[in-house]
């Protein structure tokens, strides 16, 4: 499936220069970025579940200690 990224000239010269360091395409480098912070926010969900399943299992615990 393809898509238009509209990027103001600042973004896009700030990419130009990102693809250059990295000796990538600008295609690349926005693809990556896009998926660099697909996965972050995928992890941050994944922790969130995970803080929310341990306050649920050791609530009495976790009062215990706040006292």
């Known amino acids: 499936m393809a ?8 973004e896009t010269e700030a990419l130009r220069r990102q693809a250059e360091r990295e000796h990538r395409s600008m295609h690349e480098v926005a ?3 896009i998926q660099v912070y697909i996965e972050r926010d995928a992890r941050r969900d994944h922790v969130r579940e995970l803080a929310a399943q341990v306050k649920e299992r050791h609530a009495g ?7």
Do not use: F, G
């Not at 898509?3 to 600042?10: A, N, Y």
């Not at 615990?61 to 006292?67: F, G, P």
């Open 31 to 33: 693809r990556m970025a």
């Open 61 to 67: 615990l976790l009062d215990r200690l706040a006292q």
């Open 3 to 10: 898509m238009t990224l509209r990027l103001t000239d600042e």
